[in-house]
């Protein structure tokens, strides 16, 4: 077997099962587990995977600060943004997560239409400052400055009194086995109680936030009603994540 055949059937496992042991590997490969270490490092190196100890994790992605964020994807993030505001019926209550897709939603909501935008991001109640028909909920509590997102106790007990008719879930990485993930514990945390206030859950990724995992889960992939992705994703990449939830819209 060539070396480029080994790592992709590697790359293949990593996402099937969302771990890669090298023992089990160079078994079901008969191969030396020095050999599969070998092409581990050598993935690690070119970025491909995570290298721990007796085999291999998902990558975890990279978390910019959100003034870098802004400028990533900024096309495809105003199109998944149109299609979940395109989701948002007269009268209803939504939540918008904090980040720079979800911004995007609060841009593209329509004007006319009479709605309640629940938010615990400062930045998100000021995209629709200046929304006519929108009535604005900020939950206050800690300020996470990163995502520019409350957080802590304060920001639960005021999201208690809420029931959303839909919450637009942001995060930072999505793979089939370890679910939706984001890199912070007290904002993972905020997302689930969001989700579990709210009728339905819907969550918008861009194409580079998938098959990745970041340190603190939020949802399995089968928990939200819906997910918003590009429509250059290839249907080979998305076939694990269809496979788990059949509600895929494309933008």
Same mark, same amino acid.
């Given at each position: ?10 790359? /293949?496992?990593? +996402? ?5 042991? $090298? ?8 191969? #030396?587990? /020095? ?57 209803? @209550? ?11 939603? !609060? ?6 239409? =009479? ?31 990163? #995502? ?8 639960? !007990? ?29 904002? $993972? $945390?905020?997302? +689930? ?36 992705? =590009?429509?250059? @994703? ?18």
């Amino acid at each position: 077997m060539l070396t480029t055949q080994r790592k992709a059937l590697i790359l /293949d496992i990593l +996402r099937r099962d969302g771990q890669v042991i $090298a023992k089990r590997v160079a078994e079901d490969f008969s191969l #030396s587990e /020095d050999t599969i270490r070998r092409d581990l490092r050598e993935m690690a190196a070119e970025g491909l995977l995570k290298r721990v100890h007796g085999g291999a994790m998902p990558l975890s992605p990279d978390l910019p600060d959100f003034t870098a964020r802004r400028s990533v994807s900024s096309e495809i993030k105003a199109r998944l943004g149109a299609a979940a505001a395109a989701m948002v019926r007269p009268g209803q @209550m939504i939540f918008l997560d904090g980040g720079t897709t979800t911004a995007e939603i !609060a841009r593209h909501l329509s004007r006319d239409m =009479p709605l309640t935008v629940a938010t615990h991001s400062p930045t998100i109640a000021a995209e629709l400052e200046h929304h006519p028909t929108a009535e604005v909920i900020l939950t206050g509590g800690r300020l996470y400055k990163h #995502s520019m997102v409350a957080t802590g106790a304060a920001a639960v !007990a005021a999201i208690s009194q809420l029931r959303p008719d839909l919450f637009f879930l942001g995060v930072t990485a999505a793979h089939p086995v370890h679910g939706l993930s984001t890199g912070d514990f007290e904002e $993972a $945390a905020i997302k +689930r109680h969001i989700a579990g206030c709210s009728a339905e859950t819907h969550v918008l990724l861009t194409e580079e936030k998938f098959d990745l995992v970041s340190p603190c889960p939020v949802l399995g992939i089968s928990e939200v009603a819906g997910l918003i992705v =590009p429509a250059e @994703m290839p249907a080979e990449r998305l076939k694990p994540y269809r496979d788990l939830n059949g509600t895929i819209a494309v933008a």
